[in-house]
């Protein structure tokens, strides 16, 4: 049997007296990819910020015991400010070079980019840093806040094979949020819809339906799955 | 060189030292007019141990940490920025603080005066001003984790109410360590010039807090000198300094 290693039962996040997120169940088994799928100001951000522990909720977050969670957020806006570089970027979490050159290169990044400003790194190699950042202390699971968020059409295409290869390898367990339609049916295995309340759960196929996407999106939304086999 | 002069560069030396340690923070934070806003939160406090006979500093200290403490109680209580917070503090201590120092003190309160200060009160500045080093050196790259995103920090477990109220307590340590050096009014400069010109040319973190660093210290050694020779403030001598520290460093800007 799959080891379950989170459990979320009727949950309930409300910030500033406003309710965002409402009544929310879903169970994740180690090894699944999951997208959390949901327009704009529908409240997938905060799932994910209230799941990684920093947020305030009411309900059931069951993680595992003592699991190793590797979060990326969706923008870093401030740190362009300081002058810090890659290395020092690792280092404020105590790790060791030789553990740094290792995550690099499980994103694809060669140790020559450890003396570079972070500011002076593209929005494609800045993600694979955060992606590295992440992994370095080993995770058994990823949260990524829209990874392809900023990023032109071939950097989406390497981050993703780059999270499919990652899942793979490692085992990991990924939750994604997107509010991106293809992603889903590129990389999940499940998915989450999300716009306030829950609106869908499971795998794509039977759970995306014309019904659920309007009420998800609220238009007249068409969803063509396609498959690369 | 007087005795009293060595006691001025060394006061000049630690405490321009410490500011620039903790401007690079500052600055990092984008809470560099914090530092210059807080300088006259502490004002009042000044008047009243004038008025006391109290030492000026201890005045100072106690008022500007009254001050971070309501800034910090606030921030926690409402939507505002600690910029908003701080900038409301600020004129109302301004206004109380010229209500209640005395017009001969005033001049110096707000232009500061190290040319006659005594042993203890130099051994007094130069320890608190070394453990304050010590202690943002300790807590500096969890404060930048903290600046690069709450969210990050929190997830890796650290305690981002804590540290900030850390931080903004040796905001207020430093800030009265300077008081005495420039006065209320150029106290921020000790805390953005030197900052700014290290960010100018820095490729690191290190080269950064470093760089200040460096540039504090020098600017209170130069200073020092320059008022020896001409006899002007050394508060604004140290401070006009670390302006052309600040004019060199844009050479080396991209």
């Not at chain 1, 740094?100 to 972070?118: A, T």
């Not at chain 2, 001969?104 to 707000?110: R, Y």
């Amino acid at each position: 049997m799959v080891e379950q290693i989170l459990k979320v039962d009727k949950l309930k996040v409300e910030l500033g007296g406003e309710r965002i997120i409402e009544n929310l169940s879903f169970n994740v088994k180690k090894g699944d990819v999951w997208v959390i799928l949901g327009p704009n100001g529908a409240g997938k951000t905060i799932l994910l910020r209230t799941l990684v522990g920093v947020l305030p909720y009411k309900g059931k977050i069951e993680w595992k015991k003592n699991i190793k969670i590797g979060y990326v957020p969706q923008r870093l806006p401030m740190i362009k400010d300081i002058p810090i570089n890659v290395m020092e970027f690792f280092e404020l979490k105590k790790v060791n070079e030789k553990k740094i050159i290792e995550s690099l290169e499980s994103v694809g990044i060669g140790k020559e980019i450890l003396n570079k400003k972070i500011g002076d790194l593209s929005s494609g190699q800045f993600q694979r840093i955060l992606v590295a950042w992440a992994l370095i202390d080993n995770p058994e699971v990823l949260l990524f806040d829209e990874p392809f968020a900023g990023i032109d059409i071939s950097g989406t295409e390497s981050i993703y094979d780059l999270l499919e290869k990652l899942q793979k390898n490692r085992n990991l367990t990924i939750l994604l949020v997107s509010h991106d339609l293809n992603i889903v049916h590129k990389f999940a295995k499940n998915v989450l819809c999300v716009n306030k309340e829950m609106l869908c759960c499971g795998v794509p196929k039977k759970v995306l339906t014309p019904g659920t996407l309007n009420k998800l999106y609220g238009g007249n939304i068409k969803f063509y799955s396609h498959s690369h086999d | 060189m007087t005795n009293q002069l060595i006691l001025s560069l060394i006061v000049a030396i630690f405490a321009g030292g410490a500011a620039a340690y903790l401007g690079s923070l500052m600055v990092a934070k984008k809470m560099a007019l914090v530092g210059d806003a807080l300088g006259h939160v502490a004002l009042p406090g000044m008047g009243i141990a004038i008025l006391l006979g109290l030492n000026v500093s201890l005045g100072a200290f106690v008022f500007l940490a009254l001050g971070i403490l309501l800034v910090w109680y606030f921030s926690l209580k409402t939507n505002l920025s600690t910029e908003t917070l701080v900038g409301v503090m600020f004129v109302t201590s301004l206004a109380i603080g010229f209500l209640i120092v005395p017009e001969p003190e005033l001049l110096e309160a707000l232009f500061g005066d190290i040319s006659n200060v005594s042993v203890n009160a130099c051994v007094i500045s130069s320890v608190l001003a070394l453990v304050s080093f010590v202690i943002i050196n300790q807590i500096y790259s969890k404060l930048i984790m903290i600046n690069i995103s709450e969210d990050l920090a929190k997830s890796e477990r650290i305690n981002v109410k804590g540290y900030n109220l850390l931080y903004l307590f040796l905001i207020a340590v430093i800030v009265a360590l300077g008081i005495k050096v420039t006065g209320t009014l150029l106290v921020g400069a000790l805390v953005i010039v030197p900052a700014a010109a290290a960010k100018n040319f820095s490729k690191s973190l290190k080269q950064y807090a470093y760089g200040s660093l460096v540039i504090g210290v020098l600017s209170g050694i130069i200073g020092i000198f320059l008022y020896n020779l001409t006899g002007f403030p050394a508060g604004p001598l140290i401070v006009l300094t670390s302006c052309v520290f600040f004019l060199i460093s844009l050479i080396f800007k991209k």
